[in-house]
């Protein structure tokens, strides 16, 4: 089972640029979109049954219009999909649940800290809930999947410049810090278990002087899973070949 997630900036500004064509073609079993930035209801038939596909989808949307928001398209129903549960994050649409026979796949779209730490006490609050969550599926026996832009560069390799960006949202020592206790929790950064190591690996890159071009980015996305469901996970990848956002996809086989 390959599981791509991809924070698009906008699914209707990225269906403009081939979004279709490109999920036609690479045929992932399951796409998380992170940053929607939609509701069901603002979007054209083809968005929720993408034609010439047997994708089904499932929303989760902020109450405010054009911001946050996530999706699920998978090939295969899960037996249930629903929202975190916590209205402080719900109402922005940043968590979305599917539950299948053998995982949960969590699609999260996680908070930027922003500018002088403007939302950092939002951000680890919801750091904290989603720590939480994976330990509770954890504690009953089950494995989680846990998928999307993270708004965190970990360690000073998942990042271009580490020194100019010690005081940059999406860098704090907090957001590091809890990466550090999710990690400690005896969870996996999948692409790092399969790439330790090695620098210039990035998902992320501003607009702004030529960055993509030039490779000077921040690794913000992630699949993350239990340590206990490693053995499932046949590779970990990015995909920074794909175009069409300031983000690139990341991509996970699994065997189950």
């Not at 002088?116 to 809930?129: G, P, S, T």
Request: net charge neutral.
């Amino acid at each position: 089972m390959r599981i791509v997630s991809w924070n698009v900036n906008g699914i209707r500004a990225i269906e403009k640029r081939g979004f279709f064509d490109w999920l036609k073609k690479d045929d992932p079993d399951i796409l998380c979109v992170n940053e929607t930035k939609a509701e069901p209801g603002q979007l054209a038939p083809k968005f929720i049954n993408p034609p010439e596909t047997s994708y089904s989808s499932y929303w989760a949307s902020a109450k405010k219009r054009g911001y946050s928001g996530v999706a699920i398209y998978t090939k295969k129903k899960p037996e249930d999909v629903h929202f975190l549960g916590k209205a402080q994050f719900d109402d922005e649409g940043r968590v979305l649940i599917a539950e299948y026979k053998d995982f949960s796949l969590i699609a999260a779209y996680f908070p930027n800290s922003q500018d002088e730490r403007r939302r950092i006490d939002y951000k680890l609050a919801f750091n904290d809930a989603m720590l939480k969550l994976c330990n509770s599926i954890v504690k009953k026996g089950r494995h989680f999947l846990l998928c999307g832009d993270y708004n965190v560069a970990h360690t000073p390799i998942d990042i271009a410049r580490p020194k100019s960006n010690e005081n940059s949202a999406g860098y704090l020592p907090e957001e590091r810090a809890w990466m550090d206790k999710f990690i400690a929790a005896g969870h996996v950064d999948t692409f790092r278990h399969f790439h330790p190591g090695e620098p210039n690996h990035y998902t992320w890159w501003s607009y702004m002087g030529q960055a993509r071009a030039n490779n000077v980015g921040w690794r913000l996305d992630y699949h993350c899973v239990d340590k206990d469901f490693m053995p499932k996970v046949k590779s970990s990848i990015i995909r920074p070949e794909i175009e069409g956002s300031d983000h690139c996809p990341v991509e996970i086989e699994i065997k189950i």
